[in-house]
């Protein structure tokens, strides 16, 4: 069965700094796998997604994953953190052996300082 | 471009009531899928509606149901609400692409439903 694990439930980094938002997960077989933000009050929007093409997938906001199939690992980065990066952000996975459905993980709030 | 749309925002109940959430998915996307998103934790897959039937199922007890209309647009009940249902109920749409799975989900804002 597929499954996602997030470690950390909350990160903080200063502005500027590095942001590594990590997640491994677990499938039979290629997965497709997702990295969704979710801000206030809000429902989840994409950042970005593995389809097994270039195992360094660019997203939104300047936000970028590497999958690792060795390490099972689709860890979230960033170079330079800014304010408006506060949120929480959800890995997902879906392997299309558990039918046509997407699983999250539990989530990693990003705090921002200042 | 209407993105997904749910109604209500927000929503008060009592323990042993029924509750009826609404989705409108965005325009194109023929599949829905209902989430439950408890306080500090991540979504949760309750179901998944595709040409008006349902096509998978999470691990939710039967009082969890829904319904897909040719619209597309999609309802999700609840029977005897227990205060553990208090969450945030979340719809997302997508666009089946053949046996593929879903690849980019759109999500609506969300139903906060209070059970009291």
């Known amino acids: 069965a597929q499954s996602v694990t997030q470690l950390g439930s909350h990160v903080s980094v200063s502005e500027g700094a590095l942001v590594l938002l990590r997640c491994n997960y677990s499938s039979s077989v290629p997965p497709y796998l997702f990295w969704y933000v979710q801000y206030p009050n809000q429902g989840l929007q994409l950042l970005l997604k593995?389809?097994?093409?270039?195992?360094l997938v660019k997203g939104i906001n300047g936000f970028e994953a590497e999958f690792k199939k060795s390490e099972t690992s689709f860890h979230l980065t960033k170079p330079s953190a800014h304010m408006s990066d506060a949120a929480e952000y959800f890995c997902?996975?879906?392997?299309?052996?558990?039918?046509?459905?997407?699983?999250f993980g539990a989530g990693t709030r990003l705090f921002v300082k200042a | 471009d209407a993105g997904v749309t749910q109604s209500p925002t927000h929503l008060i109940k009592t323990r042993g009531q029924q509750v009826t959430l609404r989705c409108s998915p965005k325009s194109g996307h023929d599949t829905v899928s209902w989430y439950q998103q408890a306080l500090g934790q991540g979504p949760q897959f309750i179901f998944q509606?595709?040409?008006?039937?349902?096509?998978q199922r999470g691990n939710f007890p039967d009082r969890f149901s829904g319904h897909q209309f040719p619209n597309y647009s999609s309802e999700l009940n609840v029977n005897a609400l227990l205060l553990g249902d208090s969450a945030l109920y979340l719809c997302?749409?997508?666009?089946?692409?053949?046996?593929?799975?879903?690849?980019?989900?759109?999500f609506g804002s969300g139903t906060q439903l209070s059970v009291l």
């Open positions: 509606y595709y040409e008006e039937e349902e096509r």
């Open positions: 997302a749409s997508s666009l089946r692409t053949g046996d593929r799975p879903n690849e980019k989900l759109f």
């Open positions: 997902a996975v879906s392997d299309g052996t558990g039918g046509f459905k997407t699983i």
């Open positions: 593995y389809t097994s093409a270039a195992t």
